[in-house]
């Protein structure tokens, strides 16, 4: 089970910091891959981030690379975090956590998602 928190409203050129935590399942015996996507009204679903158990890892997508930055917890090995700097419009969407376990190619479980809206 994943957990999304930390959404909201913010003005352009702030910053948001969103929650995942993972619980249950495979999450108890590893720590597993984590990654962020977000889908904004009447488009598809897009990638945003990631950290990797192998090396703790990370990957941004183009559009956020230098504004956005993914961190683990350091006692909670299941918990992520995604600082979110420097947000614009383009940014607004609901962000979605997903975790896999190092293993699997797809991600295999998701949250519920957390509404992110920037104002121009």
């Known amino acids: 089970q994943l957990q999304a928190s930390g959404g909201g409203l913010v003005q352009a050129g702030g910053s948001l910091r969103v929650s995942c935590a993972a619980s249950?399942?495979?999450?108890?015996?590893?720590?597993?891959?984590m990654g962020w996507f977000r889908q904004a009204p009447g488009k598809e679903r897009e990638f945003v981030s990631a950290?990797?158990?192998?090396?703790?890892?990370?990957?941004y997508a183009d559009s956020v690379k230098g504004r956005f930055t993914i961190s683990r917890d350091r006692t909670k090995k299941n918990t992520v975090y995604l600082q979110m700097n420097s947000l614009k419009p383009d940014d607004t969407a609901v962000y979605y956590c997903?975790?896999?376990?190092?293993?699997?190619?797809?991600?295999?479980?998701w949250g519920q998602g957390t509404q992110v809206t920037v104002s121009s």
């Open positions: 997903a975790a896999k376990g190092f293993w699997a190619e797809k991600y295999d479980y």
């Open positions: 249950g399942g495979a999450s108890n015996k590893y720590t597993l891959d």
């Open positions: 950290i990797y158990y192998r090396g703790n890892i990370q990957n």
